[in-house]
């Protein structure tokens, strides 16, 4: 966990809430509220668009073929669903996937940020344009900002494409999105293992200081 500890959230009691919102004009369109998928007690967060054909069928977070991609790239790095918690900026799908509006995002801004506090993720893999321009708070294209990592919330932030993105196909500065993708999500993993590591480290030294004091 990178942030220090505040007001706990009620994160079931927000889920129930989430799944009857009518919040904003998606409610009328979809057939479920899509929580999330994977692990929200996990630390690490993948944050995506909005949800696809097949997860508001089944209400789980990236279950179509974009989500059996993430699922391949996670086991290339030794991650599975049950490792990292997986979310999207809207919990409703948008009709015809067309992109979520501007106040869509806001209307389901509250969900994605009770999630973001029950977590306090180590690190954080934001897919697309739009996951990473609400986590970064300004309209940066993925493309620009892939490649940098920032800060938020405590947590180390890593950039990529979304994987729908490498299923069109398609490359950036001669390196095909697939690669791209790879790639950070790899950096992923290296920093959360460092994260791990260095929280291994600390709760080492503190039992010797109690054990010693
Ligand atoms: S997208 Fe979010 S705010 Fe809109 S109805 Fe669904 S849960 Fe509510």
């Given at each position: 966990?990178?942030?220090?500890?505040?007001?706990?959230?009620?994160?079931?009691?927000?889920?129930?809430?989430?799944?009857?919102?009518?919040?904003?004009?998606?409610?009328?369109?979809?057939?479920?509220?899509?929580?999330?998928?994977?692990?929200?007690?996990?630390?690490?967060?993948?944050?995506?668009?909005?949800?696809?054909?097949?997860?508001?069928?089944?209400?789980?977070?990236?279950?179509?073929?974009?989500?059996?991609?993430?699922?391949?790239?996670?086991?290339?790095?030794?991650?599975?669903?049950?490792?990292?918690?997986?979310?999207?900026?809207?919990?409703?799908?948008?009709?015809?996937?067309?992109?979520?509006?501007?106040?869509?995002?806001?209307?389901?801004?509250?969900?994605?940020?009770?999630?973001?506090?029950?977590?306090?993720?180590?690190?954080?893999?934001?897919?697309?344009?739009?996951?990473?321009?609400?986590?970064?708070?300004?309209?940066?294209?993925?493309t620009k900002a892939r490649?940098?990592?920032?800060?938020?919330?405590?947590?180390?932030?890593?950039?990529?494409?979304?994987?729908?993105?490498?299923?069109?196909?398609?490359?950036?500065?001669?390196?095909?999105?697939?690669?791209?993708?790879?790639?950070?999500?790899?950096?992923?993993?290296?920093?959360?293992?460092?994260?791990?590591?260095?929280?291994?480290?600390?709760?080492t030294e503190a039992e010797?200081?109690?054990?010693?004091?």
């Amino acid at each position: 966990m990178a942030q220090s500890p505040g007001p706990p959230v009620d994160i079931d009691l927000i889920r129930t809430q989430a799944l009857s919102c009518t919040r904003c004009r998606l409610s009328e369109s979809r057939t479920q509220v899509v929580w999330a998928g994977g692990n929200l007690d996990s630390d690490v967060l993948f944050i995506g668009e909005g949800p696809g054909f097949h997860e508001d069928r089944l209400g789980e977070a990236f279950v179509g073929a974009s989500g059996q991609l993430l699922d391949r790239l996670l086991a290339e790095v030794e991650l599975d669903r049950s490792s990292v918690g997986i979310v999207n900026v809207v919990k409703c799908r948008p009709p015809g996937n067309r992109n979520p509006l501007p106040d869509e995002i806001e209307a389901c801004r509250p969900y994605l940020e009770a999630q973001l506090d029950h977590m306090r993720p180590d690190v954080i893999v934001t897919l697309g344009n739009f996951a990473t321009q609400f986590v970064i708070g300004r309209p940066i294209g993925i493309t620009k900002a892939r490649g940098a990592t920032f800060g938020f919330r405590g947590a180390t932030v890593v950039p990529t494409f979304h994987p729908a993105a490498a299923l069109r196909g398609g490359s950036d500065g001669g390196v095909s999105r697939l690669d791209a993708i790879r790639h950070d999500i790899g950096r992923a993993r290296a920093i959360v293992d460092e994260a791990r590591r260095s929280r291994s480290a600390s709760s080492t030294e503190a039992e010797q200081l109690g054990l010693f004091s």
